[in-house]
């Protein structure tokens, strides 16, 4: 089968497979699920339970040569003998979900050879759906999306430090936005141009970050490091540093804004 088949057999696959697992979802939003905290901090839900449940089912059943990286499970480094492998994040912006906020997204990406090939972001909660695939195509319930253009002003995720040192002409018209919990989202906002741009703080991981990555890169910008590297997942280590998400007109100036600045 031709690879571009394989990708395009993939998107459908982890496509319909977040949308149940958006449902899962569901049955415990606003419902008072239990919750307990990874080293006293971070929270995790019966729900992210059930959704990390039902896609490592589903997904490995229809790919068992696939590898496997989710927030949910334990590591498993035999993830980085094969050729390509899911990286999942069963509910990305927790915090939001159990607090009944509908900002939170599943996030579902399979990635080859470092990077992301398909991308789905189900949003239930906001009635939203994004993809990306590998033929290019950035899509937010079946249509296409943009980033902003230069000059056209909006929001900035930022913070103040940062925001500060971006050039005049760049932010002319522009005000930082509110907390957005779900970083994946948060992503998708800079590809449909709700965000002129995020910055990342330090120890994000694979799982926030690689289906998010193919839907704004396919919508016209990317993630990157503040050296301008484009990020490659699926390595040994899944954490990463300070890292910029824009349109590719915005980045050098937003890069050069993060430099330096301890966050």
């Known amino acids: 089968m031709p690879e571009n088949n394989i990708e395009a057999g993939d998107l459908t696959l ?10 899962i979802a569901m049955r415990y939003f606003r419902k008072d699920p239990d919750v307990w905290y990874k080293g006293g901090r971070s929270p ?34 035999s993830r980085l003998q094969g050729d390509a492998v899911f990286v999942v994040d069963p509910i990305d912006g927790t915090r939001a979900f159990v607090k009944g ?21 189900s949003c239930p909660a906001c009635g939203e759906f994004f993809e990306g695939s590998a033929d290019g195509n950035a899509l937010k319930n079946g249509k296409p999306i943009k980033v902003a253009k230069a000059g056209t002003g909006g929001l900035i995720a930022s913070p103040d430090i940062v925001f500060d040192r971006l050039p005049k002409n760049l932010v002319r018209g522009m005000k930082r936005s509110p907390h957005i919990p ?12 709700r965000l002129a741009a995020t910055f990342i703080k330090p120890n994000s991981h694979d799982w926030d970050l690689a289906a998010a990555d193919l839907i704004l890169r396919n919508a016209g910008g990317a993630i990157t490091d503040i ?24 980045l050098p100036d937003l890069q050069f804004a993060a430099s330096g600045i301890d966050l």
């Open 14 to 23: 982890i496509r319909d497979a977040a949308q149940e697992a958006g449902r």
């Open 44 to 77: 995790v839900s019966e729900a992210d339970i059930a959704v990390n449940r039902f896609l490592h089912a589903e997904l490995l059943k229809a790919r068992p040569e696939y590898g496997w990286l989710s927030e949910e499970t334990e590591d498993d480094k």
């Open 101 to 121: 906020k509908d900002v939170w997204c599943v996030s579902v990406a399979v990635v080859r050879d470092g990077i992301t090939v398909a991308g789905v972001l």
């Open 182 to 193: 779900s970083l994946a989202y948060r992503i998708a906002m800079v590809a449909d141009g």
């Open 227 to 250: 050296d301008g590297s484009p990020l490659r997942y699926n390595k040994n280590t899944i954490s990463h540093g300070i890292l910029i998400a824009g349109p590719d007109e915005f």
